[in-house]
């Protein structure tokens, strides 16, 4: 895998690709499959209703529409597990994304909905889901991942700037994010073992999200 997404990046054209298709079929694709089946059990342990599915492997593809860089594929896989009990553009989910230079482990939503970051401030500042948002973030800053997500420079207007939760008002998403170098573990049934190990700092957090932030009608 890693040496295909090497060389993609040497030769990111449709031509190159083309040619190589094959190769990127067994070198990247079957080995993504088969990685996703081993983490199934896995991962359900943590978080019973994620999707975890060939649906969860990112598209190589890139979209270019919006983007100065017209290069037509990613040279990194990503996987995304979300709670299926939510649309999936509003859904607390697991991230793995893996390049030839490390990989990268994630866990939350990227960016609320408006009535989905109405209901987190509402949530942050009652007492009792304020207490238990403050328990499930501890595990997370003790693995040492980070919280991002903030994007206001500002305490959003009717809210106490004084409120021990206060700075995390200021976000417009929230997820936890780390990056890792390769263990010598990598490419062995413990490598697997090894990355959900990591996420578990993650699973309380993804409880809160998916507990209080959920629409009636998702």
């Known amino acids: 895998m890693i040496r295909f997404l090497k060389a993609l990046k040497r030769n990111n054209r449709k031509e190159w690709f083309d040619a190589h298709r094959k190769e990127y079929e067994q070198a990247v694709k079957l080995p993504a499959r088969q990685w996703v089946a081993e983490l ?3 991962l359900i ?20 529409r919006f983007s100065d860089d017209k290069t037509p594929y990613k040279t990194w896989v990503g996987f995304s597990f979300w709670d299926r009990r939510f649309k999936k553009d509003q859904a607390p989910g697991y ?13 939350g939503i990227y960016r609320f909905e408006p009535l989905q970051r109405a209901v987190f401030r509402e949530r942050l500042v009652e007492e009792f889901s304020g ?7 501890k595990p997370i800053k003790r693995a040492q991942f980070e919280l991002k997500g903030r994007e206001l420079k500002k305490i959003p207007q ?3 700037p004084g409120h021990p939760l206060a700075d995390y008002l200021r976000h417009n998403g929230l997820y936890a994010s780390k990056e890792f170098d390769f263990p010598s573990s990598f490419g ?4 697997t073992r090894d990355v959900v190990r990591c996420l578990e700092a993650c699973a309380p957090l993804m409880a809160w999200l998916s507990e209080h932030l959920r629409m009636r009608d998702s």
């Open 40 to 42: 199934r059990p896995l």
């Open 45 to 64: 342990k943590l978080s019973p209703h994620l999707e975890i599915s060939p649906r969860s492997i990112y598209r190589i593809n890139r979209d270019t």
């Open 95 to 107: 991230y793995f994304g893996i390049d030839p230079t490390g990989f990268a482990l994630g866990a």
């Open 131 to 137: 207490q238990s948002f403050a328990s499930a973030i």
């Open 158 to 160: 009717g809210y106490d």
């Open 188 to 191: 062995t049934a413990k490598f």
